[in-house]
């Protein structure tokens, strides 16, 4: 069986990132926690990092429910009822963290700190499914190459509208990314947005957020 999919590589890729944002968020905030809150210098960086990581997450699950899971479920056999659920839930927890960073100003961190761990807690199992079920042989058996193609191609403009502001999101989906990903992402970007856009214009709206690329 085809091992390329260009439906599957894009689910595994935004999956990676928003893995990787959230584990960022959780691994600097426990940090912050040990070391009596945050550093006057990263509070404004790491709002904005979370709730760039929100924004990302909102729109990979409205791709889902609107145009994705319809498209599949005509032809492939998954829970998809568990998997809505799992995105209203998690929606409720994304409220929260809005709410959790408005906190922050006073000082807490607990309930943020809470509140991603929910968020983590819910996330795993959910992705499991959906790579166990949307996996690279039953795409391909499926769909071919290029009909994947011109899925893929309508998730990521979809996605690009629920995702807010583009000068925040995809600095935050390539820093999100390892070099091998990042590259083949940024071959589907046009290349003003990745060597003008992103480096210059927009540099100084996302450039707080630099510390959190880890
Ligand atoms: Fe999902
Ligand atoms: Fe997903």
Request: aromatic letters at 10%; a negative charge.
């Given at each position: 069986?085809?091992?390329?999919?260009?439906?599957?590589?894009?689910?595994?890729?935004?999956?990676?990132?928003?893995?990787?944002?959230?584990?960022?968020?959780?691994?600097?905030?426990?940090?912050?926690?040990?070391?009596?809150?945050?550093?006057?210098?990263?509070?404004?960086?790491?709002?904005?990092?979370?709730?760039?990581?929100?924004?990302?997450?909102?729109?990979?699950?409205?791709?889902?429910?609107?145009?994705?899971?319809?498209?599949?479920?005509?032809?492939?056999?998954?829970?998809?009822?568990?998997?809505?659920?799992?995105?209203?839930?998690?929606?409720q927890v994304l409220e929260k963290l809005d709410?959790?960073?408005?906190?922050?100003?006073?000082?807490?961190?607990?309930?943020?700190?809470?509140?991603?761990?929910?968020?983590?807690?819910?996330?795993?199992?959910?992705?499991?499914?959906?790579?166990?079920?949307?996996?690279?042989?039953?795409?391909n058996r499926i769909f071919d190459q290029k009909?994947?193609?011109?899925?893929?191609?309508?998730?990521?403009?979809?996605?690009?509208?629920?995702?807010?502001?583009?000068?925040?999101?995809?600095?935050?989906?390539?820093?999100?990314?390892?070099?091998?990903?990042?590259?083949?992402?940024?071959?589907?970007?046009?290349?003003?947005?990745?060597?003008?856009?992103?480096?210059?214009?927009?540099?100084?709206?996302?450039?707080?957020?630099?510390?959190?690329?880890?």
């Open positions: 069986m085809n091992n390329s999919s260009p439906v599957v590589e894009g689910l595994l890729m935004i999956h990676r990132i928003i893995s990787k944002g959230l584990n960022n968020s959780i691994w600097k905030c426990d940090a912050y926690m040990a070391n009596h809150g945050i550093p006057r210098d990263e509070k404004e960086g790491f709002v904005m990092y979370v709730t760039t990581l929100k924004w990302v997450t909102h729109s990979h699950h409205t791709t889902e429910d609107e145009l994705g899971f319809p498209y599949f479920m005509d032809h492939i056999d998954a829970p998809y009822d568990r998997l809505k659920q799992d995105h209203l839930t998690m929606a709410k959790n960073l408005t906190d922050i100003a006073s000082g807490s961190l607990v309930a943020l700190r809470d509140t991603l761990g929910e968020f983590r807690d819910l996330w795993g199992p959910h992705i499991k499914i959906e790579e166990e079920n949307f996996s690279f042989d039953r795409i009909e994947q193609k011109k899925l893929a191609k309508m998730f990521s403009e979809h996605s690009s509208k629920n995702s807010g502001p583009g000068p925040l999101a995809l600095p935050f989906m390539l820093n999100n990314l390892e070099k091998a990903d990042r590259e083949a992402f940024m071959t589907e970007i046009p290349w003003v947005v990745t060597k003008i856009l992103m480096p210059v214009v927009w540099k100084k709206k996302w450039e707080p957020m630099e510390p959190f690329f880890l």
